[in-house]
Nanobody
Framework: QVQLVESGGGLVQTGGSLRLSCAAT????????MGWFRQAPGKEREFVAA????????SYADSVKGRFTISRDNAKNTVYLQMNSLKPEDTAVYYC????????????????????WGQGTQVTVSS
């Protein structure tokens, strides 16, 4: 049973930084694609970033390129999302997602491709 647990959300001022963590348990994740999505009130869930566990290839939404970095720690089975230069429009609940059958990078932006999800962590950026 795959379990994903996010942490690291909080309240930060515009221009600040946060690092989100996603601890993954229950499987060997070497064949997985791990993704971060976010959902703001009244909006659809949107893709933020993804990483292929084996090899570390990454993919980003245009809105976060150059500001966010996704990475993974193999020893800890943990995926990170380092968020810098945060803006009020980054305010959302951030979700970690995973699956093994996603075509990278073409299908990584589609939340329907991911079968495993964490509970989400709130990120609020004040202006």
């Amino acid at each position: 049973q795959v379990q994903l647990v996010e942490s690291g959300g909080g309240l930060v001022q515009t221009g600040g930084s946060l690092r989100l963590s996603c601890a993954a348990t229950g499987r060997t994740f070497s064949t997985f694609v791990m993704g971060w999505f976010r959902q703001a009130p009244g909006k659809e869930r949107e893709f933020v970033a993804a990483i292929r566990w084996n090899g570390g290839s990454t993919s980003y939404a245009d809105s976060v390129k150059g500001r966010f970095t996704i990475s993974r720690d193999n020893a800890k089975n943990t995926v990170y999302l380092q968020m810098n230069s945060l803006k009020p429009e980054d305010t959302a609940v951030y979700y970690c997602a995973a699956d093994t059958t996603i075509s990278f990078p073409i299908r990584t932006t589609y939340y329907g491709e991911y079968n495993y999800w964490g509970q989400g962590t709130q990120v609020t950026v004040s202006s």
